[in-house]
């Protein structure tokens, strides 16, 4: 079970609790190519609104050095603003302070 708030992120799996304010785990619809790549198309928290992306300007194996984790790090453009989207197996996740998250799933 997966909760997310934007102050703090709660991720509770087999029983463990972790918390990360910078650390917002989403729901991400991607395609998957053929090559075996994944291209994330949009992302929404449990009940926020959906967040479509523009464009994604990077992607590579890459530490999130304010989360923490591990994983394939997108880097996504979202209107004007630039979010690092996360792909943790199995988890999606955006690195955010909570300004910026407030941001951008209010659409502004």
């Known amino acids: ?19 990360s304010p910078c650390k917002h785990y989403v729901k991400v619809r991607a ?3 053929l090559s075996g790549r994944v291209r994330p198309l ?3 928290t449990e009940d926020g609104p959906t967040v479509i992306i523009d464009a994604v300007e990077d992607e590579r194996e ?6 923490g984790g591990q994983g394939m ?3 996504c453009r979202v209107g004007e603003r630039h979010v690092f989207l996360f792909y943790d197996e ?9 300004v910026l998250a ?3 799933f209010s659409g502004g």
């Not at 890459?62 to 989360?67: E, G, I, R, S, Y």
């Open 90 to 98: 199995p988890l999606w996740f955006i690195e955010a302070d909570q």
């Open 42 to 44: 949009m992302f929404r």
């Open 62 to 67: 890459a530490p999130a050095l304010k989360a």
């Open 31 to 33: 395609d998957h190519l």
């Open 102 to 104: 407030e941001a951008i």
């Open 1 to 19: 079970m997966v909760y997310a708030f934007l102050k703090y992120t709660l991720l509770e799996v087999d029983g463990v609790q972790r918390q």
């Open 73 to 75: 790090r997108y880097l």
